[in-house]
């Protein structure tokens, strides 16, 4: 049950796109497509904006999008926007009905 | 619309015991597995705890296996979380979250449990 590494911090400016990376193990990320993204502004509760490596729920703009290679998932924020400025963490499936979340990166638009 | 209401947190002692619950409202609540993932403060988040529809089947984060306890009430609505044998690292935001394949797809606000003497 190790957290799932993921960059401290990535930026970028208005327009750009940003990728950040969720690595885990064959037991978690690569074993299942059970892959989901979250956001999280300060102070309030996580948003999901991706579901099973690459879907994103109604409402969510189409700017974001996900991805999986090997035990690696991938969160790619294109067209990068002042109000995407927050922490986005990864969470994966990880067998026996358990989770595990990603350590969480923080995202700032320069 | 969803609605996730957690209550019951506070300040309590190394040692010590506290239950924290969930009021979910806006969906049909029998019909859905549910967790409690929490965030100590600064931190990142952390899964605790998942309960599947019927309450027979409990997961947890092997740092509170033995301490704490996830149930619901399907009738009422409600899910649970009693937290026994509390320490200074069990201090965070918890939060009741829906499961539904795989994903997290809503959220409650929050609760915050603080340990400290």
């Known amino acids: 049950q190790s957290a799932l590494t993921q960059p401290a911090s990535v930026s970028g400016s208005p327009g750009q796109s940003i990728t950040i990376s969720c690595t885990g193990t064959?037991?978690?990320?690569?074993?299942?497509?059970?892959v989901s993204w979250y956001q999280q502004h300060p102070g309030k509760a996580p948003k999901l904006m991706i579901y099973?490596?690459?879907n994103r729920p109604s409402g969510v703009p189409d700017r974001f999008s996900g991805s999986k290679s090997a035990n690696t998932a991938s969160l790619t924020i294109s067209g990068l926007q002042a109000e995407d400025e927050a922490d986005y963490y990864c969470?994966?499936?990880?067998?026996?009905?358990?989770?595990?979340f990603g350590t969480g990166t923080r995202v700032t638009v320069l | 619309e969803v609605q996730l209401v957690e209550s019951g947190g506070g300040l309590v002692q190394p040692g010590g015991s506290l239950r924290l619950s969930c009021a979910a409202s806006?969906?049909?609540?029998?019909?859905?597995?549910m967790s409690w993932v929490r965030q100590a403060p600064g931190k990142g988040l952390e899964w605790v705890a998942n309960?599947?529809?019927?309450?027979?089947?409990?997961y947890y984060v092997d740092s509170v296996k033995g301490r704490f306890n996830i149930s619901r009430h399907n009738a009422k609505n409600s899910l649970y979380l009693q937290m026994n044998s509390l320490r200074a690292e069990d201090t965070a935001v918890y939060y009741c979250?829906?499961?539904?394949?795989?994903?997290?797809?809503?959220w409650g606000q929050g609760i915050l449990v603080t340990v400290s003497s």
């Open positions: 979250a829906r499961v539904h394949g795989g994903k997290f797809d809503s």
């Open positions: 806006g969906f049909t609540f029998s019909i859905y597995w």
């Open positions: 309960i599947k529809q019927d309450g027979s089947e409990q």
């Open positions: 064959s037991s978690d990320v690569g074993g299942y497509n059970y």
């Open positions: 099973d490596v690459g």
């Open positions: 969470s994966s499936y990880a067998s026996s009905s358990t989770y595990v």
